[in-house]
């Protein structure tokens, strides 16, 4: 599914615009819709893509499109199948924001009307999630991710472990292996990779 959060409608119709997005429409847009411009709305209508307004002041947009894609995959696929989720400008802009989708990430772990299965948030120069409890083995694609990595214990101290990075514990760290394996011990940190400066987005 291609779900648009508010004005995030907006981004996604520059994308398509300038050829940058892939050639199909969003499933959904929505929010309590304050922050669509009143141009991305009617373009979206008029190709018949499903607006969803919702008022609900004590949840954000990125919430609404959370539980909103959970109802729909479960309605398609049954209650028992995970669903994975990307968020695409995933952190930067206001610091603000940028905390309330890492609150997001830990959310969803006690929140299975909001997901059952990974989310990710990918920026323009990162990718990050929640590592698990125990041992982490990740397969690092060095044609996609940088070497810089970070392992941040956002919820309080943990004990973590590592092998396939340069020093043993770090909050910043370099990748030296195409596998590395994180043990977790503790409260689950945030883990974030760099990716690869050709996939970044130069913001010159």
């Known amino acids: 599914m291609l779900v648009c959060a508010d004005a995030g409608a907006d981004r996604y119709m520059k994308y398509e615009r300038d050829g940058t ?3 199909r429409l969003p499933d959904a847009i929505i929010g309590d819709l304050d922050s669509l ?3 991305a709305r009617q373009y979206y209508t008029t190709k018949e893509v499903h607006i969803v307004e919702d008022p609900d002041q004590y949840s954000t947009d990125f919430t609404k499109a959370l ?3 959970r109802q729909e995959w479960d309605r398609q696929k049954g209650t028992n199948e995970e669903l994975d989720i990307v968020v695409m400008g995933g952190l930067g802009g206001r610091v603000d ?3 309330s989708q890492i609150h997001h990430l830990y959310m969803v772990l006690e929140q299975p009307d909001l997901l059952r299965g990974s989310i990710y948030l990918l920026s323009e120069q990162s990718l990050s999630f929640v590592l698990d409890h125990n041992e982490n083995e990740l397969h690092v694609n060095i044609d996609v ?3 810089n990595i970070g392992i941040l214990p956002v919820l309080g101290p943990t004990r973590v472990s590592t092998s396939g990075l ?3 514990v770090s909050t910043s760290n370099h990748i030296k292996s195409d596998r590395v394996t994180i043990t977790v011990d ?5 883990f974030t990779l760099e990716l690869a400066k050709r996939l970044c987005v130069d913001d010159r």
């Open 67 to 69: 539980k909103w894609m």
């Open 37 to 39: 411009s009143k141009e």
């Open 145 to 147: 991710f940088a070497e």
């Open 21 to 23: 997005a892939a050639e």
């Open 166 to 168: 340069e020093w043993d």
């Open 97 to 99: 924001q940028g905390f």
């Open 186 to 190: 503790g409260p689950r940190p945030l």
